[in-house]
Structures are given as C-alpha cells and as structure tokens.
Nanobody
C-alpha cells in the first residue's frame, strides 16, 4: 500500500498563490507517477496534473496548465503543485494521487484524503 498526505491548503484571495505538497510513504516503489485531482462543490472530480518519477508531465485543462506547475522531489517522495493567479473557480478539495505501473492519467490507484483550497473574490 501507498499512503499519501497532502499539505498546504487554505484560504487565499483571488490572484494569489498557494503551493500544495504531498508526501508519499509505504510501497512507493510500486508507483511510477504522482499527481493531483480536484473536486469543486457539486462537481465531479477533475484531473489537474500528473508527473512521473522520471519527470514526464501531463496537465489537465488548459486553464490549469497556464497557472499551475507540478514538480517532484524523488528523494523526499514528494510532489508539489504551485498554483498562481488563483481564481474563485479554483476552489475545491485537492487530492493527491499515485499511480501504479500501467495506470492511465485519469485513473489513479492511491489517494490522499484531500486538502481544501478556498479562493475568495
């Protein structure tokens, strides 16, 4: 099993920035990528971004790619999501995810409990 713990959520004003972190523990050798999803109130969970341990990146919506940056620190088993120019529509619970070998970007195998990001207008 792989355990994921997210850090860094909170309240921020529109236009501001926030950085999320996710630390993986357990059988991390069984994974090949980590990423982020988000779920806004009343909406389905949405893919945000994914990064493999070798550094290959996949982003979701174009609006996210323009403002968010995913990165990782392999030595710390940690993935980051730098979010800039935040908008109220970015308000959501952000979930860290980890992928087993062979899993597509839309289907993670392990999940964190989520961290709430609230962007005020």
């Amino acid at each position: 099993q792989v355990q994921l713990v997210e850090y860094g959520g909170g309240l921020v004003q529109a236009g501001g920035s926030l950085r999320l972190s996710c630390v993986a523990s357990g059988r991390t050798s069984s994974t090949y990528a980590m990423g982020w999803f988000r779920q806004a109130p009343g909406k389905e969970r949405e893919f945000v971004a994914r990064i493999t341990w070798s550094g290959r990146i996949t982003y979701g919506a174009a609006s996210v790619k323009e403002r968010f940056t995913i990165s990782r620190d392999n030595a710390k088993n940690t993935v980051y999501l730098q979010m800039n120019s935040l908008k109220p529509e970015d308000t959501a619970v952000y979930y860290c995810a980890a992928y087993g070998y062979g899993s597509s970007w839309s289907k993670a195998d392990y999940w964190g409990k989520g961290t709430l990001v609230t962007v005020s207008s």
